[in-house]
């Protein structure tokens, strides 16, 4: 069953002009084992993604057994049955109160029998926990963090798929569980497996191919020994030479030339053995000296990139972002008729031009929830028990619905507001201005600075969990199996969703607060630091424009 894809293209979602892969080709055979190697931010986890019908391409073909895997920008669910992603952290994708529940939700869409299922549970402990740790009626938070990868490699092995997609699957396993990992891909009788790794050493000897990935563009594409001939492909591809290669360049230094594509030491020990025969009736020789990398080649070995052009919006003073944001909300919430909410909306809408279509996605995550938050309370605000005598005793007060309309159509256009706020302005940026703003208040002696850094916290969350939804909802289409759009979730999936998610934003904000403890920031330590915003004429015609449309709300409103 052998996976191809054709001129494969996947753009970054804040930035269009900005390609996380390049016209990808190439065509795996089913049993093979692939390497995907690359320096960090290469695209190896992207590319895995697109692999595994996650993430939908921004151009290109994926043939899986030679049948088109997306289509009508879905994959169907047959297609994804047969394809397995361990993500970089599988960890995090926990959420069940046992173990047999967390291999019940990952095995429910193959619709196994009791039998079969029973089967694989036992057949995946048994290949990842041979001493019996993970039982199953232990909740997976209770369970180690080693012991915690360990589960989560396990309920993927136990769906035994076609293609099996391992993204750094070795970190943060001990030596132990490496082995078993390694035993358990030598036996494995069917099936193939693409591995994303920094770790060379282990998997090279195992591998049948080797791709290299360089800022989104495959520059090789061969079997590890021919990649071991040619060492300055990983060392322009920003990535560290093996084992094998390292040392036939150390030894090569002292006269004893062994080929560099001896992958394990079992095929080296022989080949140094026998150049040391050879040198020993040799005269010995001055050890060469290495030469120095010119700096065109350090700069490539570094992966030096240039920098994607900056978007309009993140160009803007920050203060002139700060005052428009103020200027408009101000203006929304004194509308007390439908048409100045209309103009109020019409100018929330100008502002969200130019921005990428990930933005405009973004703000769809959140308007949706509030909407149905807003129709339900529309509905129940309206709700009339006092009809007259006679009629249905039920009845729905127009007046009073049309009233909590406008009330929470204000709050939803402020809400709008501050996400176009917080995504337009880096957290840096939002602080220096926020501070400017209310440093005269500082004078009479208010809070400023806890005001500030709350404020600044505050919209630093709304892109941040944004962020996060986005990885977890992959996550769980991942383990899910469900044959829809991306960035959607059933809502039978809302569990494996919402538990990881809400503990990841608490590992982040205690991230956030260990942070701020040791660099000792506070609000009146962020109001000293040296300015660095620089206002343009274009911040003065934005700032102009807004007055005139506060103007324009205020006398809509009078």
Not at 131 to 145: K, N
Not at 368 to 373: A, D, Q, R, T, V
Not at 517 to 537: P, Y
Request: net charge positive; charged share 20%.
């Amino acid at each position: 069953m052998p996976i191809a894809l054709q001129d494969i293209r996947v753009d970054a979602p804040d930035d269009p002009n900005n390609q996380l892969l390049k016209d990808i080709s190439f065509k795996l055979s089913d049993g093979s084992l692939t390497l995907l190697i690359g320096h960090t931010g290469s695209g190896k986890s992207t590319l895995l993604q697109v692999m595994a019908g996650i993430l939908e391409p921004s151009l290109g073909t994926i043939t899986l057994d030679e049948q088109t895997l997306w289509h009508k920008r879905k994959v169907d669910q047959a297609h994804l049955l047969r394809l397995g992603l361990i993500f970089q952290f599988p960890e995090q994708q926990l959420f069940a109160r046992s173990v047999r529940q967390e291999f019940a939700y990952s095995l429910r869409p193959y619709r196994l029998g009791a039998d079969e299922r029973e089967r694989r549970i036992r057949a995946a402990c048994a290949d990842l926990d041979p001493r019996g740790v993970i039982a199953m009626d232990r909740s997976p938070f209770s369970l180690s963090g080693g012991e915690q990868r360990r589960l989560a490699l396990a309920t993927t092995f136990a769906t035994a798929p076609d293609w099996l997609l391992m993204d750094e699957p070795t970190a943060g396993l001990e030596a132990a569980a490496v082995r078993e990992l390694l035993r358990i891909i030598r036996v494995r009788e069917r099936g193939g497996f693409v591995i994303a790794t920094h770790d060379l050493d282990t998997f090279f000897p195992l591998a049948d191919r080797v791709l290299v990935l360089d800022r989104g563009a495959l520059v090789f594409d061969g079997s590890p020994e021919e990649l071991c001939r040619a060492p300055e492909v990983l060392t322009r591809a920003g990535v560290g030479l093996p084992s094998c290669v390292e040392a036939a360049k150390e030894l090569a230094r002292y006269g004893i030339t062994i080929a560099p594509d001896r992958l394990t030491p079992e095929l080296a020990a022989p080949a140094i053995a026998e150049a040391l025969r050879g040198c020993a009736s040799a005269s010995p020789r001055p050890a060469p000296q290495a030469a120095a990398p010119s700096p065109q080649a350090r700069r490539e070995a570094a992966g030096e990139a240039s920098k994607p052009p900056q978007a309009v919006w993140l160009r803007l003073d920050p203060r002139a972002k700060w005052l428009l944001y103020l200027l408009l909300v101000i203006g929304t919430m004194q509308q007390q008729q439908w048409s100045g909410l209309a103009a109020s909306m019409l100018l929330l809408s100008l502002a969200f031009l130019g921005l990428p279509r990930s933005v405009l996605r973004g703000s769809m995550k959140i308007a949706l929830p509030f909407l149905i938050f807003m129709f339900i309370s529309i509905f129940l605000a309206g709700l009339d028990w006092s009809t007259a005598e006679g009629q249905f005793p039920l009845g729905f007060s127009a007046e009073r619905g049309w009233s909590t309309a406008l009330m929470l159509t204000r709050l939803f256009l402020v809400l709008m507001a501050g996400y176009w706020l917080a995504v337009t302005t880096p957290y840096g940026q939002l602080v220096e201005g926020l501070n400017w703003a209310l440093k005269y208040f500082h004078k009479v002696k208010l809070p400023v600075e806890s005001f500030s850094l709350a404020v600044s916290l505050i919209f630093r969350f709304i892109p941040l969990i944004l962020r996060e939804w986005q990885r977890f909802s992959a996550i769980v289409r991942a383990r899910g199996k469900a044959s829809i759009r991306p960035g959607t979730v059933r809502s039978r999936d809302i569990p494996a969703l919402v538990v990881p998610l809400l503990l990841a934003m608490f590992h982040k904000a205690e991230q956030m607060t260990i942070a701020m403890e040791l660099k000792k920031i506070d609000g009146k330590q962020l109001l000293l630091k040296k300015n660095t915003l620089q206002w343009r004429g274009m911040d003065t015609i934005l700032v102009a424009t807004g007055i005139f449309c506060f103007s324009l709300l205020m006398y809509m409103q009078s």
